[in-house]
């Protein structure tokens, strides 16, 4: 079968996901094809991500998330005679529509979503939820399936620290510190007695993205207490530098890092919400209280979990007191990612259900409402048309028009 997957394709956690259904399905003997969407990073320089099967869609600057310009979609669907194609937090409804038109099964990988584009998802055959969180969201819908998420855990596995004298957290913040808590940790280094050290995975430089606590960093550094590694780095990443992941995050999407420490063997502190705590078990973790819910100002359907800060100053306390005893949550963590995460195994359902797809013939039904979302969307982004070129709004144009049939 000849599978399409349209992605993010590059070093972040959108990309790591579309790789790992990409690795299950060629290991089932079918032929898959990624669309590297052009309006973000490209990894063209990078040989672990620069492979034959991708196509690097060209950039539109366009201020519509996730926009694909129709024609060379449909010449990538028509020259690989693709017929499945995964899409992977597509926020931009045409490139759907027109596969279903072209009886070319859709499904989902659910990730983002708000309240008004919940009733969308009925444009694809099939949704795949990683989570129990994003079930619940998605239950309603005949095919969408609970497929639990996991990793390469011969990849993902532990490794000897380096520093042994101390207790090491450690944190990976990505591209996204903001959401993943990460000032949270920063701060909590005043608080915390004993010895100990925390390790800071960033993509970015966390001194210019937090300017009131650049003098806490460069102190913290100084005395040992901080080291902040600004770097991208492949799989598998950092985790064998800590004892602990430590990650107060305020809303994931399946929780990718998280699952990465566990099968790496580090004990868990995590904020006590989906889907954080549904990975994070008893026996090798802790969880950090809510102290508040906050809404999302794009509108994302879950809200962000604010942890309350002196419980996560408690629990890492907790494990810098009993830093003696580390090894054996940490053995715990490896059992249970041996049991429970191995992504080989939690997708072979995932395959079959893939091969054996039927056309969700109602999905027919939601085009006008689609249709009406889209056309909002380009009028809410493109009100102030003086920000834009003339060529790439008459893009958009030209492109929506072939797809309303106008």
């Known amino acids: 079968m000849n599978i399409g997957i349209v992605t993010t394709w590059f070093e972040r956690g959108a990309g790591y996901v579309s790789r790992q259904y990409m690795k299950i399905l060629q290991k089932k003997g079918h032929n898959v094809f990624i669309y590297a969407r052009g309006g ?14 991708v196509y690097w869609s060209k950039r539109i600057s366009i201020p519509i998330s996730t926009y694909i310009d129709i024609k060379e979609f449909e010449k990538w669907l028509d020259k690989n005679n693709i017929e499945v194609v995964i899409f992977n937090e597509q926020k931009w409804y045409p490139p759907i529509q027109l596969a279903n038109r072209k009886k070319i099964k859709t499904i989902a990988y659910v990730d983002y979503y708000t309240e008004k584009t919940i009733p969308l998802f009925q444009n694809y055959d099939m949704l795949i939820c990683n989570t129990k969180k994003h079930y619940e969201a998605f239950k309603w819908h005949p095919n969408a399936v609970y497929i639990p998420w996991g990793t390469d855990i011969n990849l993902f596995k532990p490794k000897e620290k380096k520093e042994k004298d101390k207790l090491v957290f450690f944190h990976s913040c990505g591209y996204s510190p903001e959401r993943k808590g990460t000032e949270f940790i920063i701060k909590s280094i005043d608080k915390l007695k004993g010895n100990f050290k925390i390790i800071i995975h960033s993509q970015l430089n966390l001194k210019n993205f937090y300017p009131k606590l650049k003098e806490k960093i460069e102190k913290y550094i100084k005395i040992g207490k901080l080291e902040i590694i600004e770097k991208t780095v492949s799989a598998p990443g950092l985790y064998y530098l800590g004892d602990v992941y430590v990650y107060p995050s305020k809303l994931d999407g399946i929780g990718l890092s998280l699952i990465e420490a566990i099968s790496s063997g580090l004990a868990i502190i995590t904020t006590d919400d989906g889907p954080m705590n549904e990975f994070a078990k008893n026996e090798f973790s802790r969880l950090i209280k809510v102290n508040k819910y906050v809404s999302r100002s794009d509108g994302y359907y879950w809200p962000q979990s604010i942890i309350e800060f002196d419980d996560l100053v408690d629990n890492m306390q907790y494990f810098i ?14 059992k249970y990612a041996e049991r429970y995460l191995n992504w080989e195994e939690n997708a072979k359902d995932l395959v079959k259900l893939i091969e054996n797809l039927d056309f969700y013939t109602e999905k027919y039904k939601i085009e006008e409402e689609t249709n009406k979302y889209t056309k909002d969307l380009i009028k809410n982004k493109c009100a102030n048309i003086l920000y834009f070129k003339a060529k790439p709004v008459y893009h958009i144009l030209r492109g929506v028009k072939k797809i309303f049939g106008g």
């Not at 973000?40 to 099967?53: G, Q, S, T």
């Open 321 to 334: 007191d009993i830093n003696k005893d580390i090894k054996s949550y940490k053995e715990n963590s490896r």
């Open 40 to 53: 973000e990073r490209y990894a063209k320089d990078d040989h672990n991500w620069n492979l034959k099967n």
